[in-house]
């Protein structure tokens, strides 16, 4: 998969224009949303619809937002199931964040790293398991390929199990 990541500047956000449909995954259906330049959320809709609205509302108060399905959610459904396709990311994060996103999308398919490797300091450790967690694209850069030291799976904000059957499933598709 080739994510590229496109940095979204602070005066972006009170000019935004959103496009969101939802989809359905391997692991569940998702909101996905984009601007012109790129996906810029990506969630899990467990709760319901509305409920995955209001978050990405949060995420974006400005915003303008039309409920509208375009090529770009299109492609980062199927790249979620498997399909090997280019994405481009236009998320807002901090640039802590986003260098940790980016080390994120290094992680091979299939493979896990721990929080402390991720980090490349055990100083690093807590903000960068904050930085994982402010992933705004679920899947796309891939948060749940982060494992505690120990090896186990750990949490994550779309449940442990979920967690879990992603890096099996990921596992498997790259030893077929």
């Known amino acids: 998969m080739k994510t590229?990541?496109?940095v979204m500047q602070p005066e972006e956000y009170a000019t935004l224009s959103i496009r969101y449909s939802?989809?359905?995954t391997l692991f569940g259906e998702v909101l996905t949303a984009s601007t012109s330049r790129g996906i810029c959320y990506i969630a899990f809709a467990d709760n319901g619809k509305?409920?995955?609205i209001a978050e990405l509302q949060q995420h974006f108060p400005a915003a303008a937002y039309l409920e509208e399905e375009d090529d770009q959610h299109r492609i980062a459904i199927a790249v979620i199931n498997g399909k090997d396709a280019a994405v481009t990311l236009h998320v807002k994060?901090?640039?802590?964040?986003q260098q940790v996103w980016r080390k994120l999308l290094a992680v091979p398919k299939g493979e896990v790293i721990s929080y402390s490797a991720l980090a490349g300091d055990s100083r690093a450790s807590r903000a960068t398991g904050s930085a994982v967690?402010?992933?705004p694209v679920a899947c796309l850069i891939p948060c749940h390929r982060v494992v505690k030291a120990s090896g186990e799976t750990g949490q994550y904000h779309w449940g442990?199990?979920?967690k879990s059957a992603m890096i099996k499933w990921e596992a498997?598709?790259?030893?077929r």
């Open 4 to 6: 590229q990541i496109a």
């Open 50 to 52: 509305d409920a995955a």
């Open 172 to 175: 498997q598709q790259v030893n």
């Open 160 to 162: 442990s199990s979920r």
């Open 133 to 135: 967690a402010a992933n």
């Open 22 to 24: 939802f989809g359905t």
């Open 93 to 97: 994060g901090t640039p802590f964040r």
